[in-house]
């Protein structure tokens, strides 16, 4: 059952004045993505086809992430009257597609599955935030902050089930480590590119590096030292590392330079 729901945004107090265009291109994409959680939930059914208990979490997950998707597309609709939701979604889904029709993870187990999903927990409990804290306008603040707590709550849901599995596969830190920054380099893959095309540029072809790269020039701007020093916490803790112990300070500051050097460069090539 939803924490929330869309009646509970104070919608009237929705102030256009205080509307960040390039927050605006964002939240399209991000409505596209969230609101495609029926196919993850679809996906992971047949993953964990054998354990209904997983499956039932997993299902109420996935309204969860359609609810997200929902109370974004009606915000950015709010933003700007001329996006049409819709159409947005259905030139996405019908260009990119995840992989349902499968009988195992694509991670290699159960265990590498659901750290893959710890991490986009991880990512999006993060990225929800951030936004929450860069944003004036209030409703949006108000809608990001509630999705972040959902993410960190998903979080630890899929830690919890990840747990079970360990005792009946034992995948070793390592190996978890590695699914982590398999998934993590997979941030820049063709779903988040796909999505702010659909949403921001329909009249024009798609390019990946021209759409992913304009995507992470708003998306990585809004990120501060907190936001990525807790990330990396999060991402040791699913790999089966401390969160504060000797990795993660140094993974800390490669990260923030990274995402620095990486919204610089892109700054300075007009992404």
């Known amino acids: 059952m939803a924490h929330w729901t869309l009646d509970q945004i104070p919608w ?3 102030d256009a004045q205080k509307v960040d265009l390039d ?7 991000a409505a596209l993505v969230e609101y495609n959680g029926g196919d993850y939930a679809s996906y992971l059914n ?3 086809h054998d354990d209904d208990g997983f499956r039932a979490v997993a299902g109420e997950w996935s309204l969860e992430e359609v609810q997200h998707g929902a109370a974004l597309a009606r915000w950015a609709k709010l933003a700007d009257p001329s ?3 819709d159409v947005a979604f259905k030139r996405f889904t019908d260009g990119y597609k995840i992989p349902i029709d499968v009988e195992s993870s694509v991670r290699g187990s159960r265990c590498g599955e659901l750290v893959a999903r710890c991490i986009v927990e991880t990512g999006t409990s993060s990225y929800y935030t951030a936004l929450a804290e860069a944003c004036d306008e209030p409703v949006l603040k108000n809608i990001c902050r509630r999705i972040a707590a ?6 630890k849901l899929f830690y919890t089930h990840l747990n079970r599995y360990l005792a009946q596969e034992g995948l070793g830190a390592w190996g978890r480590f590695k699914v982590a920054m398999s998934r993590i380099t997979e941030s820049e893959d063709d779903e988040l590119a796909y999505a702010y095309y659909a949403a921001n540029h329909a009249d024009e072809p798609y390019e990946r590096k021209r759409f992913s790269s304009a995507y992470a020039k708003r998306a990585y701007a809004y990120y501060q030292p907190p936001h990525i020093q807790r990330g990396i916490a999060m991402v040791l803790k699913a790999a089966g590392f ?4 000797f990795l993660h300070k140094p993974l800390s500051s490669f990260a923030i ?3 620095r050097r990486r919204v610089a460069k892109l700054s300075a090539a007009g992404a």
């Open 83 to 85: 996006f049409d939701f």
């Open 46 to 48: 047949n993953v964990f």
């Open 12 to 14: 009237a107090a929705f």
């Open 257 to 259: 330079w990274f995402m």
């Open 23 to 29: 927050i605006v291109k964002l939240v399209k994409a």
């Open 242 to 245: 401390n969160p504060q112990g």
């Open 150 to 155: 959902d993410e960190l709550r998903h979080y």
